[in-house]
């Protein structure tokens, strides 16, 4: 569990198919591994179809709980602000 929980913290937000083939783990043994870490509130998992070349593609997508990644580098947009009058 902590080899998913450790490639989330620098990956963030993936699909349960993308953690198995990154962490070389049994697609099976992630979904059970998955929702231990839910369970335990360390994960939030929800169901997600994308579609891929037209045919749908169901997963679990996988965030962890709390986790606010850090900023990227580079400029950032300032905030418009309203005139005033």
């Known amino acids: ?6 490639y989330m913290r620098a990956r963030g937000e993936q699909l349960d198919a993308e953690i198995a083939a990154a962490t070389r783990i049994p697609l099976e043994d992630v979904r059970i591994q998955l929702s231990e870490l839910s369970a335990r509130g360390d994960v939030i998992v929800c169901r997600s ?14 965030r962890i709980a709390g986790y606010i990644p ?9 905030p418009k602000t309203q005139p005033e009058f």
């Open 1 to 6: 569990m902590q080899t998913i929980l450790k």
């Open 49 to 62: 179809t994308r579609y891929i070349k037209g045919k749908p593609s169901e997963g679990l997508l996988c």
């Open 70 to 78: 850090t900023a990227s580098p580079g400029r950032k947009a300032k």
